[in-house]
């Protein structure tokens, strides 16, 4: 740059000065980083990118000379994600924004760390859950100690998916849908269905174990001779007696139970009455 003077002389022998002022304008020269998303472009002038990469591009200025881009490009990935995903009947899945209760195939967009979108397409299964079970027992719910009363689940259908529970804790390697118990407790049950849905507990059943204290006769019965048609009475005392059973036999054949009926009453108390026949 700077100013230059020139003398030139014409054809006519007259000198004509020329002066000369000029500038030298520097090309630019700009670094550029940039990320775009996997499927944009970015454009620099009349070029366009869509890969990866460190680019050089060559503009004319508005001043008429070069303008150097030095383009240093991320194109970042967009991802699509499929998942398969089961609840149980009354749960809630939550994919983003969304609550999801029941089966079928849900979209959710995503921004990752380069902001670009990822996409997820869920394959919700929503299993069902099993109907709370109801317990039944084989025999009185109040057992002597050293018994065993057996109590079922119901419905038993679901194989070895039970779990039973005793005041609240698990009773281990108890899974079938009927269990021998010989402890007193509330005893509760549930069953695990497809996907391990659990079913609610089922309502209680309380044994109770009554400590053994056995009946004592102290008082046999005596034996009777009495006229046909006349009723005869057989007693018998007992210490810690809370039933009776009367039993006969018949010329020496096995003994069997007494019913009340006929000639029988009393059958099932301490006093057995017979109006008639032998004994």
Known sequence: PGTFVRTITASTGCDSVITLTLNVISSSTTNINATICDGETYTVGSNTFDQSGTYNITLLGSNGCDSIINLDLLVAPTHFVSVNAAI????????????LTAAG???????????????????????????SPVITSNGPTAICSGSLVALSAQPNTYGNNYRWFNNGVLIANQTASTISVASAGNYTVLVLGQGGCSSAVSAPITIIVNQSNPAVIINQPSNQSVVQGVAANFSVSANNATTYQWLVSV?????????????????????????TGTI
């Open 251 to 275: 010329n020496n054949s096995s003994f069997t139970t007494i019913s009340n009926g006929g000639i029988y009453s009393g059958a099932t108390s301490s006093t057995l009455t017979v109006t």
């Open 105 to 131: 195939t849900y979209f959710e967009t995503f921004s990752n760390s380069f902001g670009c979108d990822s996409t997820v397409e869920l394959t919700l299964n929503v299993n069902l859950t099993p109907a």
């Open 88 to 99: 149980c009947q009354g749960q809630t899945y939550v994919l983003g924004s969304q609550s």
